[in-house]
């Protein structure tokens, strides 16, 4: 299956798509991720990234668009992938549809995370990440077993710099501006599944699983 996790910062994609990834047996594609990947190796693409990130803004299409198509055509996700942070603009959508077009390919389901500005805020205030493997925790309602310590590697935990108030109401900005507008996009497509993603995370990850197996909306 090809799945869109779509959602503002902080509404849990990446914590729920750990779970969709074991599921579907299908690889987590984040292109934040790929991003500070790319950063940390210190390539090109990353540094070109990173001022972006900083500000809380969308890196160009152009760029983002490549990265992604290229990822997609890995033989691992030939078979499905979930998507996590991509599409962003209604630009990098086409971009998408025009590519599997031409794959004779489609998006099963898009799976729409919503939860309140609130929430984001104190969620994104009060997460870790993993350094090694990317799973995020939050030091209140999704606190590890050893604090500062991944349950599921051992790695390091730490703050995100772009996790600061400033720079999380600049996303937020972002996220209602330029892609809020996808919601109309999916639902035109008849693949948008809307899930009340503020709940505890057991039963988001109930509803997203029954989301998937209901057939179009
Ligand atoms: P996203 O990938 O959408 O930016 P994350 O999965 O990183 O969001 O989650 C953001 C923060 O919220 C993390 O600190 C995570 O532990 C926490 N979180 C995720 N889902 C829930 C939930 N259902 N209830 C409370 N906190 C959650
Ligand atoms: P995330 O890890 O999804 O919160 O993304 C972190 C940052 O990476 C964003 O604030 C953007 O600067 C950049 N980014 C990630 N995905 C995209 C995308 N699809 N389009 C443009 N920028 C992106």
Redesign the pocket.
């Known amino acids: 299956m090809r799945i869109i996790?779509l959602?503002?910062?902080?509404?849990?994609?990446?914590?729920?798509?750990a779970t969709l990834h074991e599921h579907l047996n299908a690889p987590h594609i984040?292109t934040?991720d790929l991003f500070r990947a790319a950063l940390s190796a210190g390539t090109p693409l990353g540094l070109e990234a990173k001022g972006y990130m900083d500000r809380g803004e969308l890196v160009p299409d152009d760029v983002t668009v490549r990265m992604l198509l290229e990822r997609i055509s890995q033989p691992d996700a030939s078979g499905g992938y979930i998507l996590?942070?991509f599409p962003r603009s209604l630009a990098q959508a086409h971009a998408l549809d025009e590519a599997l077009r031409a794959r004779n390919e489609t998006i099963d389901r898009v799976l729409l995370?919503d939860?309140s500005e609130e929430?984001?805020v104190?969620?994104?205030s009060?997460?870790?990440?993993c350094r090694a493997c990317q799973t995020?925790?939050?030091?209140?309602?999704?606190p590890p077993r050893a604090e500062g310590v991944c349950d599921a590697d051992g790695g390091e935990l730490y703050q995100r710099d772009d996790d600061t108030l400033e720079t999380v109401r600049n996303r937020l900005g972002v996220y209602r501006d330029q892609t809020a507008p996808l919601i109309d996009h999916y639902t035109e497509q008849r693949v948008l599944a809307r899930i009340n993603?503020?709940?505890?995370?057991d039963?988001?990850r109930a509803d997203l699983l029954a989301a998937l197996t209901q057939s179009h909306g």
């Not at 993603?197 to 995370?201: K, R």
């Open positions: 996790l959602g503002a910062p902080g509404a849990g994609k990446g914590t729920q798509a984040a934040g996590d942070g995370v939860v929430e984001l104190r969620r994104l009060g997460r870790w990440i995020p925790y939050h030091a209140i309602s999704n993603g503020e709940q505890e995370i039963s988001v």
